[in-house]
T-cell receptor
Framework: DVKVTQSSRYLVKRTGEKVFLECVQDMDHENMFWYRQDPGLGLRLIYFSYDVKMKEKGDIPEGYSVSREKKERFSLILESASTNQTSMYLC???????????????FGEGSRLTVL | EDQVTQSPEALRLQEGESSSLNCSYTVSGLRGLFWYRQDPGKGPEFLFTLYSAGEEKEKERLKATLTKKESFLHITAPKPEDSATYLCAVQGNSNYQLIWGAGTKLIIKP
């Protein structure tokens, strides 16, 4: 079975803390994505990466950074967490070159972050 | 501006009661339209890709159709296990990133 694994299902952090969310895929996909999902809104793209050490901003990159040191691993970093970053964070991966890919994304189970 | 609107926000049906979910879109050059299913507490799971108007795809009790302005996800004789949120997304030719709708929450009562 193909798999995208997110390191933490549930996290509770305090305002100002640094938060790391990790994602690993075992499908040798070129593209990896970080989305956030909030009630009543569609998935919003934070960052994506189409190759090792490459990253592109999505629609809402402010307050976030990412790291992709190995093809299978894509990390999302919140340098100083704020309450408005309380959300469900979804990692995904897909085949394809240079971020084009297909629309068939494989998602992890999500990381629900609460910032107090 | 590329946009996706799904309706209704929520739909409650009795088991066996067929219905349709709508996904309206505006995009500059459609590359593909995608349907996903999301169960509570899980990530979305891919269902279908549609590329051009008139195309149809089927999987068990689900059938997806596409016109130049919208897509329908038809559910025939649904069962309680079809309960989930169904997400629609489009990919345009000018920006390859997916544009997502907010989803339709489908509840099938036994």
């Amino acid at each position: 079975d193909v798999k995208v694994t997110q390191s933490s299902r549930y996290l509770v952090k305090r305002t100002g803390e640094k938060v790391f969310l990790e994602c690993v895929q075992d499908m040798d996909h070129e593209n990896m994505f970080w989305y956030r999902q909030d009630p009543g809104l569609g998935l919003r793209l934070i960052y994506f990466s189409y190759d090792v050490k490459m990253k592109e901003k999505g629609d809402i990159p402010e307050g976030y950074s990412v790291s992709r040191e190995k093809k299978e691993r894509f990390s999302l970093i919140l340098e100083s967490a704020s309450t408005n970053q309380t959300s469900m964070y979804l990692c995904a991966s897909s085949f394809g070159l240079a971020g084009v890919g297909t629309g068939e994304l494989f998602f992890g189970e999500g990381s629900r972050l609460t910032v107090l | 501006e590329d946009q996706v609107t799904q309706s209704p926000e929520a739909l409650r049906l009795q088991e066996g009661e067929s219905s349709s979910l709508n996904c309206s879109y505006t995009v500059s050059g459609l590359r593909g339209l995608f349907w996903y299913r999301q169960d509570p507490g899980k990530g979305p799971e891919f269902l279908f890709t549609l590329y051009s108007a008139g195309e149809e795809k089927e999987k068990e009790r689900l059938k997806a159709t596409l016109t130049k302005k919208e897509s329908f996800l038809h559910i025939t004789a649904p069962k309680p296990e079809d309960s989930a949120t169904y997400l629609c997304a489009v990919q345009g030719n000018s920006n390859y990133q997916l544009i997502w709708g907010a989803g339709t929450k489908l509840i099938i009562k036994p």
